[in-house]
């Protein structure tokens, strides 16, 4: 024993292994040009402005989406500033795209990016192309440049690709301002011919944020009108969608303000339900099973309880900005935008919701990707999602062999037998 401690005490310089990866979008203050990336290693926030200790420069003004496109490429929509940043894995510039203004998220399917827009032109290879409403743009990850373009409706958000097709949520979010109404549509665009299948109306008005997918299924926030239209969740149904059934989605009286994926496809949800009457906000907590939910058409499937102490926790929090799984590993994270002026926080919890840490970051924090794990190959978006299994048993022990619960104090951990960490 004594020499299997020692061994393990001599090697620990070459066998300390990233686990935890996780690049943090601060979207910062809009129009002040001072969106961050945080990136956080193994317990520890490494940087607050990651972009620019790579680079040399700003990032841009209101980062609004992050995707890994496949090992040696992810793109980044920054909003105000209208441009789709292309980094690697390490953080540093590779290309960037001015060709889609009021950029807002993203879909890939490894060979092309998709990014919606509110916006009413794009610049393509064919020249300036107009649109009425918004639009979705294909970019071609060799050349950067748009090869073609999809119009939808009215400000789109949300977008994920399945089976060779794009789902944009629709939004309308500028009903308040122009001419035209809240859209309640989803849009089903062929993603290699770039022209809309149909719209599929669920009913629900502005479906606005960053959609979850599992799999088939994804997880659509609805936050109404902010007055008399109650937030709602659309759970959908794709598979069903591209059968040509209407009956594709069930509504959800829970909002899902802010949603992820979890290991087991379920999506977890923290809702925020905002009145212009009251201007106060209403939070639930929600584990959802997408299945269960269209099988029993809403009748089950939502579980109001969250892993171990993440309720409590989350409680807590001055104002939630976002939650997300890390799909390699299992462990969770949320943010706390507090009073979306000043610094916010990320924080940590293992994958059975035992509180790991709370970190410092920079303002308005909204954004996550997970790089994979040292060792482990980018597996993809679809993969890493859906039914996905822990890579690891989470059987963490310290030096005396004794199980650990949470990585609560400082010292050398054993993973599995296989890997060394230090907290």
Same mark, same amino acid.
């Given at each position: 024993?004594?020499?299997?401690?020692?061994?393990?005490?001599?090697?620990?310089?070459?066998n300390?292994?990233?686990?935890?990866?996780?690049?943090?979008?601060?979207?910062?203050n809009?129009?002040?040009?001072?969106g961050?990336?945080s990136?956080?290693?193994?317990?520890?926030?490494?940087?607050?402005q990651w972009f620019?200790?790579?680079?040399?420069?700003?990032?841009g003004?209101?980062?609004?989406?992050?995707?890994?496109?496949?090992?040696?490429l992810?793109?980044?929509t920054?909003n105000?500033?209208?441009?789709?940043q292309?980094?690697?894995?390490?953080?540093?510039?590779?290309?960037?795209?001015?060709?889609?203004?009021?950029?807002?998220?993203?879909a890939?399917?490894?060979?092309?990016?998709y990014?919606?827009?509110?916006?009413h032109?794009?610049?393509?290879?064919?020249?300036?192309?107009?649109?009425?409403?918004g639009?979705?743009?294909?970019?071609? !990850?060799?050349?950067? &440049? *748009?090869? $073609? /373009?999809?119009?939808? #409706?009215?400000?789109? =958000?949300?977008?994920?690709?399945?089976?060779?097709?794009?789902?944009?949520?629709?939004?309308?979010g500028y009903?308040?301002q122009?001419?035209?109404?809240?859209?309640?549509?989803v849009?089903?665009?062929?993603?290699?011919?770039?022209?809309?299948?149909?719209?599929?109306?669920?009913?629900?008005?502005?479906?606005?944020g960053?959609?979850?997918?599992?799999g088939?299924?994804?997880?659509?926030?609805?936050?109404?009108?902010?007055y008399?239209?109650?937030?709602?969740?659309?759970?959908?149904?794709?598979?069903a969608?591209?059968?040509?059934?209407?009956?594709?989605?069930?509504?959800l009286?829970?909002?899902?303000?802010?949603?992820?994926?979890?290991?087991?496809?379920?999506?977890?949800?923290?809702?925020?339900?905002f009145?212009y009457?009251?201007?106060?906000?209403?939070?639930?907590?929600?584990? !959802?099973?997408?299945r &269960? *939910?269209? $099988? /029993?058409?809403?009748? #089950?499937?939502?579980? =109001?309880?969250?892993?171990?102490?993440?309720?409590?926790?989350?409680?807590?929090l001055?104002?939630?900005?976002?939650?997300?799984?890390?799909?390699?590993?299992g462990y969770?994270?949320?943010?706390?935008?507090?009073?979306?002026?000043?610094?916010g926080?990320?924080?940590?919890?293992?994958?059975?919701?035992?509180f790991?840490?709370?970190?410092?970051?920079?303002?308005?924090?909204?954004?996550?990707?997970?790089l994979p794990?040292?060792?482990?190959?980018?597996?993809?978006?679809?993969?890493?999602?859906?039914?996905?299994?822990?890579?690891?048993?989470?059987?963490?022990?310290?030096?005396?062999?004794?199980r650990?619960?949470?990585?609560?104090?400082?010292?050398?951990?054993?993973?599995?037998?296989?890997?060394?960490?230090?907290?």
């Amino acid at each position: 024993m004594k020499k299997l401690i020692l061994s393990l005490l001599c090697s620990i310089a070459v066998n300390i292994q990233a686990q935890e990866r996780i690049i943090l979008l601060n979207e910062g203050n809009w129009q002040s040009d001072n969106g961050k990336i945080s990136y956080f290693e193994d317990g520890e926030i490494v940087s607050n402005q990651w972009f620019r200790d790579a680079n040399k420069r700003k990032l841009g003004d209101t980062p609004n989406d992050i995707i890994q496109i496949n090992e040696d490429l992810i793109a980044i929509t920054i909003n105000w500033s209208n441009i789709i940043q292309f980094i690697s894995p390490d953080g540093k510039r590779v290309a960037e795209t001015e060709d889609v203004p009021n950029n807002r998220k993203l879909a890939t399917d490894g060979r092309y990016v998709y990014v919606s827009s509110y916006g009413h032109e794009c610049g393509t290879i064919n020249g300036y192309e107009m649109f009425t409403k918004g639009y979705v743009a294909k970019i071609d !990850i060799h050349t950067f &440049e *748009v090869v $073609a /373009t999809c119009e939808v #409706g009215y400000e789109p =958000e949300g977008i994920a690709y399945y089976k060779g097709h794009l789902f944009v949520a629709n939004t309308g979010g500028y009903a308040f301002q122009e001419d035209h109404e809240y859209e309640t549509t989803v849009s089903i665009i062929d993603a290699e011919t770039m022209q809309l299948v149909r719209d599929v109306d669920t009913g629900q008005i502005n479906l606005y944020g960053k959609l979850s997918q599992s799999g088939q299924y994804l997880c659509i926030n609805s936050p109404g009108d902010y007055y008399d239209i109650p937030a709602a969740t659309v759970i959908f149904d794709c598979e069903a969608a591209l059968a040509g059934s209407d009956d594709c989605f069930v509504v959800l009286e829970y909002a899902s303000t802010y949603s992820c994926t979890m290991l087991d496809g379920k999506f977890l949800a923290i809702g925020a339900r905002f009145s212009y009457y009251t201007s106060e906000y209403k939070f639930n907590y929600v584990v !959802i099973d997408p299945r &269960e *939910v269209l $099988a /029993t058409e809403g009748a #089950g499937g939502v579980e =109001e309880s969250l892993p171990g102490t993440m309720l409590d926790d989350l409680m807590e929090l001055g104002m939630p900005y976002g939650v997300y799984v890390n799909p390699y590993t299992g462990y969770i994270y949320a943010t706390d935008a507090g009073s979306f002026a000043a610094a916010g926080a990320l924080i940590q919890w293992s994958p059975e919701g035992v509180f790991l840490g709370r970190h410092k970051v920079y303002i308005n924090p909204a954004h996550f990707l997970a790089l994979p794990p040292d060792g482990m190959e980018f597996t993809g978006i679809e993969s890493a999602t859906n039914d996905a299994k822990p890579t690891t048993s989470y059987g963490i022990y310290d030096m005396r062999g004794v199980r650990m619960d949470g990585l609560s104090t400082r010292g050398i951990y054993i993973d599995n037998g296989k890997k060394i960490y230090k907290h």
